[in-house]
Structures are given as structure tokens and as C-alpha cells.
């Protein structure tokens, strides 16, 4: 039930005073700093939460708690506490959000199975993160209010969460894995010229000769695809 802290070097960091919790860090770790204050927020498999300062003692005091982790948590990062939260999505069909402040907010979603994977970013470019779902082979995006965005039926099963890209271009697409081919989706819900593509993991987009060339890489089976995107 430890966090510890290292250096780039592989060293402990001098002066960690992360106290041992009840039950242990399972979901990723963030740090982000407000007014001057550094904030590291790790949340507990228990649904706890701990926020602490730079040197692991606690910083505030969260007595509300997160559904148990059964999806992935994601922060927003806010102008300040009130408007900073932690959101994930629990086993009743809820989108259940974690304010900093320690409020908590619940929020029924209707259409959308209990066993859906969740995800969280801003998927039409409007500076408001939307809430992503994906089930079976159907994808949904509803916006903060409630409002359906985006759906789409799949040919297969969708084996991995959405993912968010943005692009050389400024632009945002949206990636989707099913058993053995890859999606690249706009924001206008429309497929990409050339897609899908052969391919069953998450992938990664970026210029990775330094050629102005953006590259899509992916695995299937035993090998690694590198694709151009035009």
C-alpha cells in the first residue's frame, strides 16, 4: 500500500513522507500544480483518494470516495479545487465525479450498458470533455449535458478504449481497436481515407523519423506495422 518516489537516476527521493494507505495505488498518478501549490493525486483501489504535496504528506483531505476502481479514473484540472475532480464511471451506469473541494456528483446515464468501458476527452473541440463509451462493437459520445454526440456499430467487437489523438494539424481523431483492424474517426463521426486498417492493439501516432511525416504504428499477431498517413 506504498507510493514511493524516485529520481530519473533510479534513486530514492530524500524526504518522502508518503504515509502507508489502506489499500494500495492501482490507477495512474498525476501532479499538477494551482496557485503555487504542487498537488499529486493518487487514487486508492478502495475508491479513496489521497492528494499530497511534493514531499508525500497529505495535502487535503478527501473524506468522499470514488466508486471501486473497476474503470479507468481521469482528472480535469480546473482554475482551481471547486472546479478540479477525478471522474470514472461505476457498476450502476453512472459517471461519478470527485471534486478536489471534496463535493461529489453523480450522474445517471441512460442508454448505455453498466459493463461499459469509459472513457474522458474532449472529443469536438469545444473546450468541454465528453464522455466516451464503448460496449460490444458500439461506441457513444454524450457531452457534459447529456446530450448524444456520437454513435457507431462496429463489423467486430471493439477490444480496447478509445483512443484521443491530436493531430500535426491541430485537428482531433479518435482511435478504436477491434479483433483485427484499426479505425481513425474525425470529429465529424466520419472514418479517415484509407481505414481501417490491419491491426489488433493500440496504437500510436507521431513523426517518428523527424521527416514531417506522421506515421501510425501498431502490432498484429507477432508483428509491428508502420503505416504513413496522408
Not at 480535469?76 to 459517471?95: A, E, F, I
Request: charged share 25%; hydrophobic share 35%; net charge neutral.
Amino acid at each position: 500500500n506504498m507510493v514511493y518516489n524516485y529520481t530519473a537516476e533510479g534513486n530514492k527521493v530524500d524526504g518522502w513522507e508518503y504515509i502507508s494507505a489502506e489499500s494500495p495505488a492501482t490507477s495512474k498518478i498525476w501532479n499538477f500544480a494551482l496557485s503555487g501549490k504542487d498537488y499529486i493525486v493518487v487514487p486508492l483501489k478502495n475508491g479513496k483518494v489521497k492528494v499530497i504535496e511534493r514531499s508525500g504528506k497529505d495535502r487535503l483531505k478527501i473524506e468522499n470516495k470514488l466508486p471501486f476502481l473497476s474503470n479507468e479514473v481521469y482528472l480535469k484540472v480546473g482554475n482551481d479545487l471547486n472546479k478540479t475532480y477525478l471522474v470514472t464511471y461505476d457498476t450502476l451506469g453512472n459517471v461519478v465525479k470527485l471534486f478536489l473541494n471534496d463535493k461529489k456528483e453523480v450522474i445517471t446515464i441512460e442508454n448505455v450498458p453498466k459493463n461499459a468501458v469509459f472513457n474522458f476527452f474532449d472529443y469536438n473541440n469545444d473546450n468541454s470533455n465528453d464522455y466516451v463509451f464503448i460496449w460490444n462493437n458500439q461506441l457513444k459520445i454524450i457531452d457534459a449535458d447529456k446530450k448524444e454526440i456520437f454513435s457507431s456499430e462496429f463489423q467486430s467487437a471493439i477490444t480496447q478504449t478509445p483512443l484521443y489523438f491530436k493531430m500535426p494539424d491541430k485537428s482531433s481523431k479518435i482511435g478504436v481497436v477491434t479483433d483485427n483492424q484499426i479505425y481513425l474517426i474525425n470529429k465529424e463521426g466520419k472514418t479517415e481515407q484509407n481505414f481501417p486498417l490491419l491491426g489488433s492493439t493500440p496504437f500510436s501516432i507521431a513523426d517518428i523519423n523527424n521527416d514531417k511525416t506522421t506515421n501510425l504504428v501498431v502490432a498484429d499477431k507477432r508483428m509491428i506495422y508502420t503505416y504513413v498517413l496522408k
